[in-house]
Structures are given as structure tokens and as C-alpha cells.
């Protein structure tokens, strides 16, 4: 089944403590790409990436990190957590040039305390 | 910013259509129409997309303008699971695709017993 899985769901850190979400893809895209929802502003993109080992900064990227250094795997990086990266968390992957569709993981949401 | 319009949110009979509109005025011609939704807090799920022509799947159809300007998303049989956000996104595709989604604030179509 063709599918992004996003870990963990759900977490809750302390103000500082780096940690990473995971993100990984079976259908071999070379797009993928990290958003944050928050009420009122939408979904954002944070970062995004057209193939392994190429990366670039999307609408919000400040206070994040990401790395490809496989085609499936995109992991984000909260090197410093802070209360203002409180969000829900999507990431998503698709073909470049073509029309298919986007695929979306079933997100991830964190609270900075 | 999105460059979609989108009514903030809509009403419908449970087993009635519903007929969520989207206006796109300064798309271009290799720019397609894509269409997702949000149930709750999920992540966005594919519905349906067309560069020109109507298209139908078994989710939904959708009717584009001949002039391109303006589409609108066809739920035949609408559902109290059809309750949802619903996105209308405009997409590079082919040369010059960045992969990116911009999505607006969406339609909250709340489907009524």
C-alpha cells in the first residue's frame, strides 16, 4: 500500500530538547516535503527536498533542519525546541513532473513546553 | 499566497450532492486543478484533479470552466464521513514543477443528517 508514515504521532517536550520527527515514503518520489498547520495560518511549508541529498528552506524554515540522505527517509530536526513550534505536523511526497497526486502522512503533533 | 478563492464554508443534506465551488482566475495553462481534503486533524487526502476537461473518479467530479477560470467539486452522494476541509490547490506540473502546494483556508463543508 502506497503510503508516508510519520513518528510519532503525538509528543510532548521540554523547551531545548532537540528532537527529530521521522517521515518515510514507499513509492520512490522524489519530492518530499515538511508543513505545519496551525489555526488561522494554514498549512506552511517548513522544508522541502527534489531528490536525496538536495534540500531547500519552503515559507517557515526557521528553527528546523532536515536531511535526505535516502530517497525514502526525510526526516525533520528540532535542534531547540520552542513553545512557538507547538503545531501539528504533515509530511507529504510526490512525483516531479508529473500530475499524480500528493501523498500526505497522518501528521504529527507537538507541544513545546 | 493561495492563488485560489474558496467560500469559507458550506452546508449539506446528508444524501444530497454537494457542490463546493473554486475560483482560480489567474491560473495558467500548465497549471492543473487538484483537489484535497482534511477530515478533522488527518492528513490531507487526494481527491481528484483536471487540467481541462471534466473528470469523474469514485470520489467525486470535477467540472472546470471552458475559460479555466473557476471549477467546482462534485460530491454525488454526500456522507456525514464527507465532513470535512476541503482544499482547491492550482499546480505547476511539467517544467517549472516545484512540487509545492499552496493551500488557502479551504471550505468547511459540514454535511447535515
Known amino acids: 500500500e502506497a503510503q508516508v508514515t510519520q513518528n510519532p504521532r503525538y509528543l510532548i517536550t521540554v523547551t531545548g530538547k532537540k528532537l527529530t520527527v521521522t517521515c518515510s515514503q514507499n513509492?520512490?518520489?522524489?519530492?518530499m516535503s515538511w508543513y505545519r498547520q496551525d489555526p488561522g495560518l494554514g498549512l506552511r511549508q517548513i522544508y522541502y527536498?527534489?531528490?536525496?541529498?538536495?534540500?531547500d528552506k519552503g515559507d517557515v524554515p526557521e528553527g528546523y533542519k532536515v536531511s535526505r540522505k535516502e530517497k525514502r527517509n526525510f526526516p525533520l530536526i528540532l535542534e531547540s525546541p520552542s513553545p512557538n513550534q507547538t503545531s501539528l505536523y504533515f509530511c507529504?511526497?510526490?512525483?516531479?513532473?508529473?500530475?499524480?497526486?500528493?501523498?500526505f502522512g497522518q501528521g504529527t503533533r507537538l507541544t513545546v513546553v | 499566497d493561495a492563488k485560489t478563492t474558496q467560500p469559507t464554508s458550506m452546508d449539506c443534506a446528508e444524501g444530497r450532492a454537494a457542490n463546493l465551488p473554486c475560483n482560480h482566475s489567474?491560473?495558467?495553462?500548465?497549471?492543473?486543478v487538484y483537489w484535497y481534503r482534511q477530515i478533522h486533524s488527518q492528513g490531507p487526502q487526494y481527491i481528484i484533479h483536471?487540467?481541462?476537461n471534466n473528470e469523474t473518479n469514485e470520489m467525486a467530479s470535477l467540472i472546470i470552466t471552458e475559460d479555466r477560470k473557476s471549477s467546482t467539486l462534485i460530491l454525488p452522494h454526500a456522507t456525514l464521513r464527507d465532513t470535512a476541509v476541503y482544499y482547491c490547490?492550482?499546480?505547476?506540473?511539467?517544467?517549472?514543477?516545484?512540487?509545492?502546494?499552496?493551500f488557502g483556508q479551504g471550505t468547511t463543508l459540514q454535511v447535515k443528517p
Open positions: 507529504a511526497s510526490n512525483l516531479l513532473n508529473s500530475n499524480t497526486e500528493a501523498f
Open positions: 513509492m520512490n518520489h522524489e519530492y
Open positions: 527536498s527534489m531528490n536525496v541529498e538536495v534540500t
Open positions: 489567474t491560473i495558467s495553462g500548465n497549471e492543473y
Open positions: 483536471g487540467l481541462k
Open positions: 490547490i492550482v499546480r505547476v506540473v511539467g517544467s517549472g514543477n516545484t512540487g509545492k502546494l499552496i
